[in-house]
């Protein structure tokens, strides 16, 4: 595992750091490869529960390494798609994590930093936070994160902040829906911990199929196979030993 990023595991919360505080953790291809890697690791781990993604130093991150894409433009195109490939799949990977996933958001959050918050199941930003879709400016589009974007804040919305490349601040971004919360930075770690408790409250095994029903369901169309997928959902949802603890205190308690 790279320098890049620094894991920290407490208990069954696994809390992720970008690790390029000097670069404003600008994502380059070593980096990419290793949250790559975490990623492919933390499908089958059964022992984490929550991951907390955050960033070094003043800034969470400054999008991607623009010497990331030098390199890549120096490359055969078939090799320099493989390449650039990776961020795509990186993000398809870690938004589809069993775990449920939290991103602490804090100054500069630029271009691919952006995708970074729409992958994940919450986003907390620091009141102060700076955000920006500036690839238009580089002559690039932000092709690795739009379709989440899209899918957080809308296509209209995603559409002007990609086209204008406008500066938009923490408040904006609640209002967009790209952040969950926002709290002054002394209050960050506490709005962290209350979230956590608050998520923790059911068990990892409940959200973890919530999670894995509504990624099958959701772009389809509301048909017979939607009501198929959903009476299959709560049938085996009803059958795990959490609900049938709760079912039968339930009923024990209805029936004296």
Request: proline share 1%; aromatic share 8%; hydrophobic share 40%.
């Given at each position: 595992m790279t320098k890049l990023i620094e894991l920290e595991k407490n208990g069954n919360i696994l809390t992720v750091r970008l690790n390029r505080p000097d670069k404003k953790?600008?994502?380059?291809?070593?980096?990419?490869?290793?949250l790559m890697q975490l990623a492919k690791d933390l499908k089958n781990?059964?022992?984490?529960?929550?991951?907390?993604?955050?960033?070094?130093?003043?800034?969470?991150?400054?999008?991607?390494?623009l010497c990331w894409f030098k390199k890549a433009a120096d490359l055969p195109e078939a090799e320099r798609l493989e390449n650039l490939k990776e961020l795509s799949?990186?993000?398809?990977?870690?938004?589809?994590?069993?775990?449920?996933?939290?991103?602490?958001?804090?100054?500069?959050?630029?271009?691919?930093?952006?995708?970074?918050?729409?992958?994940?199941?919450?986003?907390?930003?620091?009141?102060?936070?700076?955000?920006?879709l500036s690839e238009v400016l580089f002559g690039m589009v932000p092709a690795s994160i739009a379709p989440y974007l899209i899918k957080r804040m809308g296509f209209k919305r995603s559409k002007a902040l990609m086209l204008s490349a406008e500066a938009f601040n923490a408040q904006l971004a609640l209002t967009y829906g790209l952040a969950d919360k926002i709290a002054p930075t002394e209050n960050l770690l506490e709005t962290e911990q209350k979230l956590i408790e608050n998520i923790q409250r059911s068990s990892n095994e409940t959200r973890r199929m919530v999670k894995e029903f509504m990624f099958k369901i959701v772009n389809k169309e509301i048909n017979e196979e939607v009501s198929e997928l959903s009476a299959k959902a709560l049938s085996?949802?009803?059958?795990?030993?959490?609900?049938?603890?709760?079912?039968?205190a339930f009923?024990?308690?209805?029936?004296?």
């Open positions: 953790n600008a994502l380059n291809d070593e980096m990419i490869k290793s781990d059964i022992t984490t529960d929550i991951v907390v993604l955050k960033g070094k130093g003043d800034s969470f991150c400054a999008g991607a390494d799949v990186f993000l398809r990977t870690w938004h589809r994590l069993p775990q449920t996933t939290i991103t602490i958001g804090h100054g500069y959050l630029y271009g691919a930093a952006l995708g970074l918050l729409a992958v994940s199941d919450f986003v907390i930003l620091d009141q102060n936070s700076h955000l920006r085996d949802s009803i059958n795990s030993d959490i609900a049938q603890e709760f079912i039968n009923s024990k308690n209805n029936e004296s």
